[in-house]
């Protein structure tokens, strides 16, 4: 009997136990449930809160207004002729195909996988060089802050082109300088300046003889640039849903009026010589280094890489968007232009030195006196001038913008990345935030338009544009490609694309684009020239320190995030080291948020039956 009641008391246990497993097992499920609807809420939010173009067509627009800017039409014409001719397209397509057109890739690859800025997708590849994403905003935005003046000059020359005479053709006007002015072009006359010339210097800029003597501001310029900064507002205030509309208009609209110009100064007398002039190839200078480096930062500059642009514009695609497609589409149209716009600049340039018996070295010209002086100058004895002067510079404006949306959606991104929810706490919508973004940018702007301001204007694109860049492109370069690794960058598109990449993009991600970028940097330090403007300013001493301190102003991000992230990370030195370049982005998973569905049916594959 005894025996038999222990049994019982046995059995009876067992059932208890057996009930409170299936009560333990049902809560699990009811949890796991539980779990599954708050994914797909956090999923559903995640999905909202970032943005997407509306159309693939709108980010390959967008992404080749950016490459295609003011460089196009006044850098890598003068490049060209100055560093061979027709040889400088040698060097110019190498650097295309080895470098522009593989970090292009890479660029796309991180921003489209990571849904994230620069900042924040360069922290999770390798966070030991956060810095690096950090440093690509800032050198954007420090590059917006003056690229919005160039804007206000086009708007400057856009509104007095409506004249009844162009202003800039004549002598006979109270800023010029009659005594030394010259309605043509001197020549080899020192003492005389174009009239297009003392139009830009005495009455757009009223510029003063050094950048130590500001001369307060250019009223009208301020007007202009406040009108500039609004323009840009109201294209991207509601982000890449109000972008991806206006660059319809404004990536397409340059390309009638090249072809316009083209057709037309091709006709026109004395152009064949200056088409020759641009082309014919001088094969000695492929033997000099320089040349191979303005080819490359030509190159860079151009399409935007280590700008960080790329790939804030890229986090906003489909996850499975075809940016190989688009990655040639975008370095070929951009090269594509730069050669239209060569053959418009010199069949105009071979035009006047026909006209005033010149040869076309003595009009040919570097920086914005391309555009702003020796153009307008072009108009004024073309006929129908009247037409093609706002054409022009309505071009011109069409062109900076699109570049100019880009640079600004750069800090936008950041800020939305990593400070979205305190950031609008206090602004409350996103359009506030880019409302102070474009404030902040327009007062940083107003130096430049002083009567010294484009002193100011050519120390910073010195310094910005081209020391920054290289040591940017060089860490970013070192991060990607060999710190993550060219394999799991490869895994990356493999999951966005369905494909690896093939075995040209794996051998200059490894090999060939970081050896280049590398020789780029040391080159452009060997052979550093101070700045300058014009063919006499030079500038002063503490104005050169002042430069370099603009210059440091963004690379200094990088020893900063490195030393930040070592500090931050426990372990011994070489633990944090390793953790520190051990990337934290997923790439087991794809990265591809699942629907709720997906979620609801994972959970209930885990329910027991």
Same mark, same amino acid.
């Given at each position: 009997?005894?025996?038999?009641?222990?049994?019982?008391?046995?059995?009876?246990?067992?059932?208890?136990?057996?009930?409170?497993?299936?009560?333990?097992?049902?809560?699990?499920?009811?949890?796991?449930?539980?779990?599954?609807?708050?994914?797909?809420?956090?999923?559903?939010? @995640?999905?909202?809160?970032?943005?997407?173009?509306?159309?693939?067509?709108?980010?390959?627009?967008?992404?080749?207004?950016?490459?295609?800017?003011?460089?196009?039409?006044?850098?890598?014409?003068?490049?060209?002729?100055?560093?061979?001719?027709?040889?400088?397209?040698?060097?110019?397509?190498?650097?295309?195909?080895?470098?522009?057109?593989?970090?292009?890739?890479?660029?796309?690859?991180?921003?489209?996988?990571?849904?994230?800025?620069?900042?924040?997708?360069?922290?999770?590849?390798?966070?030991?060089?956060?810095?690096?994403?950090?440093?690509?905003?800032?050198?954007?935005?420090?590059?917006?802050?003056?690229?919005?003046?160039?804007?206000?000059?086009?708007?400057?020359?856009?509104?007095?082109?409506?004249?009844?005479?162009?202003?800039?053709?004549?002598?006979?006007?109270?800023?010029?300088?009659?005594?030394?002015?010259?309605?043509?072009?001197?020549?080899?006359?020192?003492?005389?300046? @174009?009239?297009?010339?003392?139009?830009?210097?005495?009455?757009?800029?009223?510029?003063?003889?050094?950048?130590?003597?500001?001369?307060?501001?250019?009223?009208?310029?301020?007007?202009?640039?406040?009108?500039?900064?609004?323009?840009?507002?109201?294209?991207?205030?509601?982000?890449?849903?109000?972008?991806?509309?206006?660059?319809?208009?404004?990536?397409?609209?340059?390309?009638?009026?090249?072809?316009?110009?083209?057709?037309?100064?091709?006709?026109?007398?004395?152009?064949?010589?200056?088409?020759?002039?641009?082309?014919?190839?001088?094969?000695?200078?492929?033997?000099?280094?320089?040349?191979?480096?303005?080819?490359?930062?030509?190159?860079?500059?151009?399409?935007?890489?280590?700008?960080?642009?790329?790939?804030?514009?890229?986090?906003?695609?489909?996850?499975?968007?075809?940016?190989?497609?688009?990655?040639?589409?975008?370095?070929?149209?951009?090269?594509?232009?730069?050669?239209?716009?060569?053959?418009?600049?010199?069949?105009?340039?071979?035009?006047?030195?026909?006209?005033?018996?010149?040869?076309?070295?003595?009009?040919?010209?570097?920086?914005?006196?391309?555009?702003?002086?020796?153009?307008?100058?072009?108009?004024?004895?073309?006929?129908? @001038?009247?037409?093609?002067?706002?054409?022009?510079?309505?071009?011109?404006?069409?062109?900076?913008?699109?570049?100019?949306?880009?640079?600004?959606?750069?800090?936008?991104?950041?800020?939305?990345?990593?400070?979205?929810?305190?950031?609008?706490?206090?602004?409350?919508?996103?359009?506030?935030?880019?409302?102070?973004?474009?404030?902040?940018?327009?007062?940083?702007?107003?130096?430049?338009?002083?009567?010294?301001?484009?002193?100011?204007?050519?120390?910073?694109?010195?310094?910005?544009?081209?020391?920054?860049?290289?040591?940017?492109?060089?860490?970013?370069?070192?991060?990607?490609?060999?710190?993550?690794?060219?394999?799991?960058?490869?895994?990356?598109?493999?999951?966005?694309?369905?494909?690896?990449?093939?075995?040209?993009?794996?051998?200059?991600?490894?090999?060939?684009?970081?050896?280049?970028?590398?020789?780029?940097?040391?080159?452009?330090?060997?052979?550093?020239?101070?700045?300058?403007?014009?063919?006499?300013?030079?500038?002063?001493?503490?104005?050169?320190?002042?430069?370099?301190?603009?210059?440091?102003?963004?690379?200094?991000?990088?020893?900063?995030?490195?030393?930040?992230?070592?500090?931050?990370?426990?372990?011994?030195?070489?633990?944090?080291?390793?953790?520190?370049?051990?990337?934290?982005?997923?790439?087991?998973?794809?990265?591809?948020?699942?629907?709720?569905?997906?979620?609801?049916?994972?959970?209930?594959?885990?329910?027991?039956?």
């Amino acid at each position: 009997m005894g025996v038999g009641a222990d049994n019982k008391a046995e059995g009876t246990s067992n059932d208890s136990k057996f009930a409170l497993q299936q009560l333990e097992e049902k809560e699990e499920v009811e949890l796991s449930n539980a779990e599954a609807v708050r994914l797909t809420k956090d999923d559903q939010q @995640s999905e909202e809160t970032r943005e997407t173009w509306g159309r693939r067509l709108e980010f390959v627009l967008a992404s080749v207004g950016y490459a295609v800017g003011l460089g196009n039409v006044w850098r890598f014409p003068y490049l060209c002729y100055r560093s061979g001719g027709g040889a400088f397209l040698i060097p110019y397509l190498l650097m295309l195909f080895l470098c522009g057109i593989p970090l292009l890739l890479m660029e796309f690859t991180v921003g489209q996988y990571t849904r994230l800025g620069p900042v924040h997708s360069l922290a999770k590849i390798c966070p030991l060089f956060k810095g690096v994403g950090l440093a690509t905003v800032v050198i954007s935005y420090v590059l917006c802050t003056y690229y919005n003046v160039l804007m206000t000059w086009a708007l400057y020359y856009l509104l007095h082109s409506f004249s009844s005479s162009l202003p800039w053709q004549s002598c006979n006007n109270t800023w010029n300088a009659v005594g030394n002015c010259s309605t043509g072009f001197p020549g080899n006359a020192t003492h005389l300046k @174009s009239a297009s010339q003392q139009f830009f210097d005495h009455k757009v800029l009223e510029m003063t003889t050094g950048i130590e003597r500001s001369g307060g501001i250019r009223w009208e310029l301020f007007g202009l640039l406040v009108l500039a900064w609004t323009v840009v507002y109201f294209c991207i205030f509601k982000g890449v849903k109000s972008t991806g509309k206006v660059v319809y208009f404004t990536a397409t609209f340059p390309y009638f009026i090249l072809f316009a110009l083209l057709i037309n100064n091709v006709q026109l007398p004395g152009a064949k010589d200056g088409i020759l002039f641009f082309l014919m190839p001088n094969w000695s200078k492929l033997l000099e280094v320089q040349v191979w480096v303005n080819a490359a930062a030509q190159i860079f500059n151009s399409i935007g890489i280590s700008f960080g642009s790329m790939i804030s514009m890229a986090s906003y695609n489909k996850f499975n968007n075809n940016i190989i497609r688009d990655t040639y589409i975008v370095c070929l149209a951009n090269s594509a232009t730069s050669i239209v716009a060569g053959f418009v600049i010199f069949s105009a340039i071979g035009y006047m030195a026909h006209i005033h018996n010149l040869p076309v070295d003595d009009i040919a010209t570097d920086g914005p006196g391309l555009v702003f002086v020796v153009y307008p100058e072009v108009f004024s004895t073309m006929p129908v @001038s009247q037409l093609w002067a706002p054409l022009f510079f309505i071009m011109l404006l069409c062109l900076g913008l699109d570049s100019q949306f880009a640079m600004v959606e750069v800090a936008v991104t950041f800020i939305v990345d990593g400070f979205g929810k305190k950031v609008l706490q206090v602004f409350k919508r996103k359009e506030l935030i880019v409302l102070a973004v474009c404030s902040v940018g327009f007062l940083l702007g107003i130096p430049h338009i002083t009567r010294g301001g484009i002193y100011v204007f050519q120390l910073m694109d010195h310094y910005t544009a081209v020391v920054s860049l290289m040591f940017l492109a060089f860490f970013e370069v070192l991060a990607i490609t060999l710190i993550f690794g060219v394999r799991r960058l490869s895994v990356m598109l493999e999951k966005m694309l369905g494909k690896k990449p093939n075995l040209f993009f794996r051998v200059c991600w490894q090999f060939l684009s970081p050896m280049l970028v590398l020789g780029i940097l040391i080159s452009s330090i060997v052979q550093y020239t101070p700045a300058r403007y014009g063919k006499s300013y030079t500038y002063p001493l503490w104005a050169e320190v002042v430069g370099w301190f603009i210059s440091l102003f963004s690379i200094i991000w990088i020893p900063l995030g490195a030393l930040h992230e070592l500090w931050t990370t426990e372990g011994s030195l070489l633990q944090r080291l390793k953790k520190s370049i051990t990337p934290t982005v997923d790439l087991e998973s794809v990265s591809e948020k699942p629907s709720g569905e997906s979620v609801a049916l994972f959970a209930a594959a885990q329910t027991p039956a």
